[in-house]
């Protein structure tokens, strides 16, 4: 039963991380250079409205989200009880690659400047504030956002990669 559990958490975290990844390389390459075409103001507002779906707890957005932490420490329970080795090592790597490069900046950098954007009152901002606060919040959120982009696809790349070795 130990080694089903663990291939059903494998293909739960493969799959929910590749969804992950394909989110944020999503706002990497499409939304983020769209939203940059938009004006202080309408950038802003995009923002807000696109990131409050997101704090108002998406049920689908959540599910993807949570189930890809909570899959990958499974993953990483049930196989530390049960492999060695190269597969050990691979899933180590992809795991703690996930939840330290992608869910760490998540945590560290991305949520607190989201929430910054959704502190702000932008109709009542003038236009050098309305600067200030795209040129605070734009930059690194796209650095980071790129940087867990790059982590997400390599820690998913990984995963497939254990899977196949695992036959």
């Given at each position: 039963m130990g080694l089903n559990l663990f291939n059903y958490a494998l293909m739960s975290a493969t799959l929910s991380c590749a969804l992950v990844a394909g989110l944020v390389f999503g706002?990497?390459?499409?939304v983020m250079p769209g939203l940059a075409k938009l004006?202080?103001?309408e950038f802003l507002q995009a923002f807000k409205l696109m990131d409050g779906i997101i704090q108002n707890?998406?049920?689908a957005f959540m599910l993807v989200w949570v189930g890809s932490i909570v899959s990958v420490v499974l993953v990483l329970v049930l196989g530390t009880l049960q492999f060695s080795g190269l597969e050990l090592y691979l899933m180590w790597f992809?795991?703690?690659l996930y939840l330290l490069a992608v869910q760490g900046p998540?945590?560290?950098f991305n949520i607190p400047l989201n929430n910054t954007v959704q502190a702000l009152e932008i109709e009542l901002l003038s236009a050098q504030g309305l600067a200030e606060a795209r040129t605070q919040f734009?930059?690194?959120?796209?650095r980071w956002n790129r940087f867990r982009t790059m982590a997400a696809i390599v820690s998913v790349v990984a995963l497939m990669i254990l899977q196949l070795l695992l036959g």
């Open positions: 706002f990497a390459v499409v004006s202080d103001r707890r998406q049920p992809a795991s703690g998540t945590l560290r734009e930059a690194p959120w796209n």
